[in-house]
Protein backbone atom coordinates (compact mmCIF):
# COMPACT_ATOMS: atom_id res chain seq x y z
CA UNK A 1 0.00 0.00 0.00
CA UNK A 2 1.13 3.54 -1.49
CA UNK A 3 0.50 6.17 1.46
CA UNK A 4 0.28 9.87 0.88
CA UNK A 5 -0.13 12.51 3.23
CA UNK A 6 -1.26 15.21 0.72
CA UNK A 7 -4.99 15.56 1.27
CA UNK A 8 -6.20 17.98 3.82
CA UNK A 9 -8.09 15.25 5.47
CA UNK A 10 -5.06 13.24 5.94
CA UNK A 11 -3.00 16.64 7.33
CA UNK A 12 -5.98 17.20 9.77
CA UNK A 13 -6.34 13.80 10.74
CA UNK A 14 -2.81 14.16 11.98
CA UNK A 15 -2.95 17.42 13.45
CA UNK A 16 -6.00 16.64 15.45
CA UNK A 17 -3.80 12.93 16.80
CA UNK A 18 -0.92 14.73 17.36
CA UNK A 19 -2.97 17.22 19.75
CA UNK A 20 -4.56 14.61 21.37
CA UNK A 21 -1.38 12.81 22.40
CA UNK A 22 -0.27 16.38 23.71
CA UNK A 23 -3.21 16.09 25.77
CA UNK A 24 -2.53 13.07 27.12
CA UNK A 25 1.52 14.28 27.81
CA UNK A 26 0.56 17.27 29.34
CA UNK A 27 -2.17 15.45 31.57
CA UNK A 28 1.49 12.82 32.32
CA UNK A 29 3.35 15.48 32.96
CA UNK A 30 1.52 18.12 35.26
CA UNK A 31 0.17 16.24 38.59
CA UNK A 32 -2.10 17.23 41.10
CA UNK A 33 0.34 15.95 43.55
CA UNK A 34 2.46 18.72 42.09
CA UNK A 35 -0.01 21.51 42.19
CA UNK A 36 1.77 22.69 39.12
CA UNK A 37 -1.06 22.91 36.28
CA UNK A 38 -0.44 26.14 34.30
CA UNK A 39 -4.15 26.92 32.33
CA UNK A 40 -6.39 28.49 34.99
CA UNK A 41 -9.86 28.34 34.87
CA UNK A 42 -10.98 31.51 33.12
CA UNK A 43 -14.26 32.08 35.04
CA UNK A 44 -12.58 31.27 38.55
CA UNK A 45 -9.70 34.04 37.22
CA UNK A 46 -12.45 36.51 35.89
CA UNK A 47 -15.69 35.80 38.29
CA UNK A 48 -13.96 34.30 40.53
CA UNK A 49 -16.67 31.35 40.96
CA UNK A 50 -16.11 27.45 39.68
CA UNK A 51 -17.79 26.00 36.38
CA UNK A 52 -19.35 22.18 35.55
CA UNK A 53 -16.01 21.98 33.77
CA UNK A 54 -13.49 23.18 36.41
CA UNK A 55 -11.04 20.51 38.02
CA UNK A 56 -10.62 18.83 34.47
CA UNK A 57 -6.98 18.99 33.67
CA UNK A 58 -6.55 18.03 37.77
CA UNK A 59 -8.67 14.94 36.77
CA UNK A 60 -7.10 13.89 33.44
CA UNK A 61 -3.45 14.07 35.46
CA UNK A 62 -5.57 11.16 37.52
CA UNK A 63 -6.87 9.55 34.66
CA UNK A 64 -3.81 8.68 33.38
CA UNK A 65 -2.66 7.82 35.92
CA UNK A 66 -6.16 5.34 36.51
CA UNK A 67 -7.26 6.73 39.54
CA UNK A 68 -10.66 7.20 38.26
CA UNK A 69 -12.32 7.91 41.93
CA UNK A 70 -9.82 10.62 42.12
CA UNK A 71 -10.59 11.58 38.74
CA UNK A 72 -14.32 11.71 39.42
CA UNK A 73 -13.75 13.94 42.70
CA UNK A 74 -11.82 16.78 40.74
CA UNK A 75 -14.22 16.64 37.96
CA UNK A 76 -17.53 14.25 37.94
CA UNK A 77 -17.95 13.85 33.86
CA UNK A 78 -14.34 13.74 33.23
CA UNK A 79 -14.17 10.08 32.39
CA UNK A 80 -16.44 10.81 29.84
CA UNK A 81 -14.65 13.93 28.15
CA UNK A 82 -11.30 11.67 28.36
CA UNK A 83 -13.54 8.72 26.45
CA UNK A 84 -13.88 11.63 23.50
CA UNK A 85 -10.82 12.58 23.28
CA UNK A 86 -9.29 8.80 23.39
CA UNK A 87 -12.17 7.55 20.87
CA UNK A 88 -11.12 10.74 19.07
CA UNK A 89 -7.30 9.53 18.62
CA UNK A 90 -7.99 6.06 17.47
CA UNK A 91 -10.70 7.36 14.91
CA UNK A 92 -8.15 9.40 13.87
CA UNK A 93 -5.27 7.18 13.40
CA UNK A 94 -7.78 4.72 12.20
CA UNK A 95 -9.44 6.85 9.46
CA UNK A 96 -5.78 8.37 8.24
CA UNK A 97 -5.01 4.58 7.54
CA UNK A 98 -8.34 4.44 5.85
CA UNK A 99 -8.61 7.00 3.90
CA UNK A 100 -5.24 6.37 2.34
CA UNK A 101 -6.39 4.13 0.32
CA UNK A 102 -9.65 5.82 -0.83
CA UNK A 103 -11.01 6.78 -4.54
CA UNK A 104 -12.10 10.76 -4.04
CA UNK A 105 -15.69 10.16 -3.98
CA UNK A 106 -15.86 7.48 -1.19
CA UNK A 107 -13.56 10.38 0.85
CA UNK A 108 -16.53 12.58 0.73
CA UNK A 109 -18.67 10.33 2.00
CA UNK A 110 -16.56 9.23 4.92
CA UNK A 111 -15.80 12.53 5.84
CA UNK A 112 -19.33 13.46 6.09
CA UNK A 113 -20.03 10.40 7.70
CA UNK A 114 -16.75 11.17 10.31
CA UNK A 115 -18.17 14.86 11.00
CA UNK A 116 -21.38 13.33 11.53
CA UNK A 117 -20.31 11.06 14.16
CA UNK A 118 -17.70 13.04 15.97
CA UNK A 119 -20.22 15.84 16.28
CA UNK A 120 -22.72 13.64 17.75
CA UNK A 121 -19.66 12.36 20.16
CA UNK A 122 -18.89 15.85 20.69
CA UNK A 123 -22.46 16.74 22.15
CA UNK A 124 -23.18 13.66 24.16
CA UNK A 125 -19.94 13.50 25.98
CA UNK A 126 -19.89 17.70 26.83
CA UNK A 127 -23.53 17.74 26.92
CA UNK A 128 -23.10 17.89 31.09
CA UNK A 129 -20.52 20.26 31.62
CA UNK A 130 -21.88 23.29 28.88
CA UNK A 131 -23.22 26.17 30.76
CA UNK A 132 -26.01 27.02 28.81
CA UNK B 1 -15.34 20.80 -21.75
CA UNK B 2 -12.25 22.26 -20.43
CA UNK B 3 -12.04 21.44 -16.75
CA UNK B 4 -9.42 24.08 -14.66
CA UNK B 5 -7.32 22.46 -12.67
CA UNK B 6 -7.56 23.70 -8.63
CA UNK B 7 -4.15 24.51 -7.15
CA UNK B 8 -3.21 24.50 -3.90
CA UNK B 9 -3.34 28.08 -2.69
CA UNK B 10 -4.87 28.55 0.30
CA UNK B 11 -4.81 25.22 1.63
CA UNK B 12 -2.72 25.58 4.23
CA UNK B 13 -4.28 28.08 5.55
CA UNK B 14 -7.55 26.56 5.33
CA UNK B 15 -6.28 23.80 7.37
CA UNK B 16 -4.81 25.71 9.98
CA UNK B 17 -7.85 27.63 10.01
CA UNK B 18 -10.48 24.22 10.41
CA UNK B 19 -8.07 23.13 12.86
CA UNK B 20 -8.61 26.20 15.16
CA UNK B 21 -11.89 26.38 14.25
CA UNK B 22 -12.48 23.05 15.54
CA UNK B 23 -10.65 23.49 18.93
CA UNK B 24 -12.24 26.46 19.58
CA UNK B 25 -15.66 25.07 19.67
CA UNK B 26 -14.24 22.31 21.99
CA UNK B 27 -12.78 24.84 24.20
CA UNK B 28 -15.52 27.02 24.39
CA UNK B 29 -17.78 24.06 24.96
CA UNK B 30 -15.63 23.63 27.90
CA UNK B 31 -16.59 26.78 29.70
CA UNK B 32 -13.79 28.01 31.32
CA UNK B 33 -11.43 27.96 28.92
CA UNK B 34 -13.88 30.50 26.79
CA UNK B 35 -10.84 33.24 26.63
CA UNK B 36 -8.50 30.86 24.44
CA UNK B 37 -11.69 29.67 22.59
CA UNK B 38 -11.86 33.08 21.90
CA UNK B 39 -8.48 33.99 20.95
CA UNK B 40 -8.45 30.57 18.64
CA UNK B 41 -11.69 30.96 16.82
CA UNK B 42 -10.68 34.69 15.72
CA UNK B 43 -7.11 33.29 14.79
CA UNK B 44 -9.00 30.73 12.57
CA UNK B 45 -11.48 33.44 10.88
CA UNK B 46 -8.66 35.21 9.91
CA UNK B 47 -6.10 32.62 8.86
CA UNK B 48 -9.58 30.90 6.45
CA UNK B 49 -10.02 34.30 5.40
CA UNK B 50 -7.14 34.79 4.22
CA UNK B 51 -6.90 31.03 2.49
CA UNK B 52 -10.08 32.01 0.60
CA UNK B 53 -8.88 35.15 -0.62
CA UNK B 54 -5.77 33.20 -1.95
CA UNK B 55 -7.75 30.11 -3.16
CA UNK B 56 -10.14 33.03 -5.04
CA UNK B 57 -7.59 34.54 -6.48
CA UNK B 58 -5.30 31.65 -7.51
CA UNK B 59 -7.98 28.75 -8.14
CA UNK B 60 -7.29 26.93 -5.04
CA UNK B 61 -9.81 24.65 -3.58
CA UNK B 62 -12.33 26.89 -1.69
CA UNK B 63 -13.80 24.26 0.75
CA UNK B 64 -11.51 23.89 2.99
CA UNK B 65 -11.41 27.40 3.42
CA UNK B 66 -14.98 28.37 4.00
CA UNK B 67 -15.09 24.83 6.58
CA UNK B 68 -12.30 26.55 8.47
CA UNK B 69 -13.84 29.87 8.15
CA UNK B 70 -17.30 28.58 9.18
CA UNK B 71 -16.46 26.35 11.93
CA UNK B 72 -14.18 29.05 13.27
CA UNK B 73 -17.35 31.77 13.35
CA UNK B 74 -19.25 29.03 15.15
CA UNK B 75 -16.33 29.15 17.54
CA UNK B 76 -16.26 32.52 18.28
CA UNK B 77 -20.16 33.04 18.38
CA UNK B 78 -20.03 30.25 21.05
CA UNK B 79 -17.12 31.92 23.48
CA UNK B 80 -19.30 34.90 23.02
CA UNK B 81 -22.15 33.12 23.96
CA UNK B 82 -20.96 30.94 26.50
CA UNK B 83 -19.43 33.81 28.28
CA UNK B 84 -22.44 35.95 28.65
CA UNK B 85 -24.20 32.72 29.72
CA UNK B 86 -21.22 32.00 32.29
CA UNK B 87 -21.75 35.20 33.52
CA UNK B 88 -25.68 34.86 34.12
CA UNK B 89 -25.22 31.71 35.21
CA UNK B 90 -22.92 32.89 38.36
CA UNK B 91 -24.96 35.10 38.93
CA UNK B 92 -28.19 33.11 39.48
CA UNK B 93 -25.38 31.05 41.54
CA UNK B 94 -25.27 33.89 43.80
CA UNK B 95 -28.81 34.48 43.93
CA UNK B 96 -29.51 30.50 45.28
CA UNK B 97 -30.21 27.81 43.12
CA UNK B 98 -27.22 26.01 41.97
CA UNK B 99 -25.09 23.39 42.65
CA UNK B 100 -22.78 25.21 43.89
CA UNK B 101 -24.45 27.38 46.68
CA UNK B 102 -25.31 23.41 47.39
CA UNK B 103 -21.96 22.21 47.98
CA UNK B 104 -20.65 25.73 50.17
CA UNK B 105 -24.35 24.69 52.18
CA UNK B 106 -23.14 21.09 52.48
CA UNK B 107 -19.72 22.17 52.97
CA UNK B 108 -21.63 24.23 55.87
CA UNK B 109 -23.18 21.44 57.40
CA UNK B 110 -19.86 18.95 57.22
CA UNK B 111 -18.22 21.88 59.89
CA UNK B 112 -21.20 21.81 61.90
CA UNK B 113 -21.13 17.65 61.79
CA UNK B 114 -17.37 18.61 62.76
CA UNK B 115 -18.68 20.68 65.61
CA UNK B 116 -20.84 18.42 67.07
CA UNK B 117 -18.23 15.55 66.89
CA UNK B 118 -15.73 17.69 68.59
CA UNK B 119 -18.51 18.28 71.61
CA UNK B 120 -18.74 14.79 71.91
CA UNK B 121 -15.05 14.09 72.16
CA UNK B 122 -14.88 16.97 74.91
CA UNK B 123 -12.75 18.77 72.67
CA UNK B 124 -14.37 22.05 72.93
CA UNK B 125 -12.36 25.17 73.44
CA UNK B 126 -13.60 26.33 77.27
CA UNK B 127 -13.54 22.56 78.24
CA UNK B 128 -9.63 22.32 76.64
CA UNK B 129 -8.62 25.27 78.80
CA UNK B 130 -10.45 24.00 82.01
CA UNK B 131 -8.35 20.70 81.34
CA UNK B 132 -5.20 22.80 80.72
CA UNK B 133 -5.25 24.66 83.78
CA UNK B 134 -6.45 21.22 86.24
CA UNK B 135 -3.45 19.39 84.95
CA UNK B 136 -1.50 22.53 85.81
CA UNK B 137 -2.87 22.44 88.88
CA UNK B 138 -2.34 19.08 89.23
CA UNK B 139 1.24 19.37 87.94
CA UNK B 140 1.81 22.20 90.91
CA UNK B 141 0.57 19.57 93.99
CA UNK B 142 2.70 16.39 92.43
CA UNK B 143 5.56 19.12 92.13
CA UNK B 144 5.00 20.11 96.02
CA UNK B 145 4.14 16.67 97.45
CA UNK B 146 7.09 15.44 95.85
CA UNK B 147 9.52 18.04 97.45
CA UNK B 148 7.59 17.54 100.73
CA UNK B 149 8.80 13.34 100.13
CA UNK B 150 12.19 14.35 99.15
CA UNK B 151 12.73 17.24 101.85
CA UNK B 152 11.32 14.22 104.58
CA UNK B 153 13.62 11.31 103.04
CA UNK B 154 16.64 13.92 103.22
CA UNK B 155 15.92 14.15 106.99
CA UNK B 156 15.53 10.68 107.56
CA UNK B 157 18.81 10.08 105.42
CA UNK B 158 20.45 12.77 107.41
CA UNK B 159 18.92 10.91 110.98
CA UNK B 160 20.45 7.96 110.28
CA UNK B 161 23.55 8.92 109.12
CA UNK B 162 23.79 10.77 112.21
CA UNK B 163 22.83 7.80 114.81
CA UNK B 164 25.43 5.27 112.53
CA UNK B 165 28.29 7.78 113.12
CA UNK B 166 27.22 8.15 117.33
CA UNK B 167 27.40 4.42 117.27
CA UNK B 168 30.51 4.71 115.54
CA UNK B 169 32.19 6.92 117.35
CA UNK B 170 30.83 4.91 120.42
CA UNK B 171 32.79 1.81 119.00
CA UNK B 172 35.80 3.60 118.71
CA UNK B 173 35.42 4.89 122.55
CA UNK B 174 35.30 1.05 123.72
CA UNK B 175 38.16 0.23 121.44
Partial sequence: MHFRFNKPYQIINIIFAGIIILLFIYSGIFSVRKENHPIPSNSELIFGKKTPSTGLSRAFSEIVRFDFKSAKRYNPHSIKIFIFFFVQFFLRIGLLWLSCSMKKKNLNQLIVLDSSFSTGLLLYCFWDIIPL | ?175
Fill in chain 2, 1 to 175: MDEQVKTNAGQGLGIAGLVLGILSVILAIMGCTFLIALVFGAVGVILSAVGLSQAKRSNGAKGINMGGLVVSIIGVLMALTITVFLGSFIKKANDGNYWWNKLEQFENVSEEIDKEIEKELGYEEDKMEDLEKKMEELEGEIKDTVKEEVEKAKKEADESIKKAEEELDKLKDEQ
